[in-house]
């Protein structure tokens, strides 16, 4: 059972004006809001900067520059889930399909259920992605805070000839003491540490 995603805005872009008038009437009909189209991929770029659309759905092979560079283009100042079109099913696209923003590849002549199918994928994988890109930063962070705090801890260590359990006890009652976090206590060691070399 799918669960609804609602209405998304979306941008599109194809250099065959038929394909473009399929989607322009098919995304409403899906509940969807066309916020505008293009005929070429710097079009495109310069539609999305303006439109923030939800997802992109582009043809791989535009004039001027093709789906893939444009989808990289906007995923640079923005991140946005992407359905690229192609009349060509080859090993090199599907290579290039592979990157990050790409979130689906339809064959054409693209059918109305293939349309719906892929923008449910498209936003649940992008969806998924993003989540993981949030834990990956979370755990990033944490490992800094962790570096700073062991750093910390050896200057405590080495100044008051503890051991490290009683190193951090100290480290956590400074911060408790002065109502801080402890990441914040060790950046205050850490930088007491410098002025005094």
Known sequence: MKRPIGTLRIALADDERDTREFFKALLPRLGHQVVGTAE???KLVELCQTAQPD????DIKMPDMDGFE????INQQRQVPVIVVSAHHDAELLVRAGVDH????LLKPVKEPD??????????????FQRLAKEADT?????????????AKGIIMK???????DAFRRLQKMASDRNRKLIDMAQIIMTAEEAFR
Request: no cysteine; proline share 0%; glycine share 2%.
């Open 159 to 165: 100044r008051a000839r503890v051991d490290e359990d």
């Open 139 to 151: 755990l990033r962070e944490a490992l800094e805070s962790r570096k700073v705090i062991e750093r």
């Open 70 to 73: 444009a989808a990289e283009k």
């Open 55 to 58: 997802l992109i759905i582009v």
């Open 115 to 128: 349309v719906e199918s892929a923008i449910y994928l498209a936003i649940l994988r992008f969806e998924h």
């Open 102 to 105: 790409i979130m689906a590849y």
């Open 40 to 42: 070429t991929g710097r």
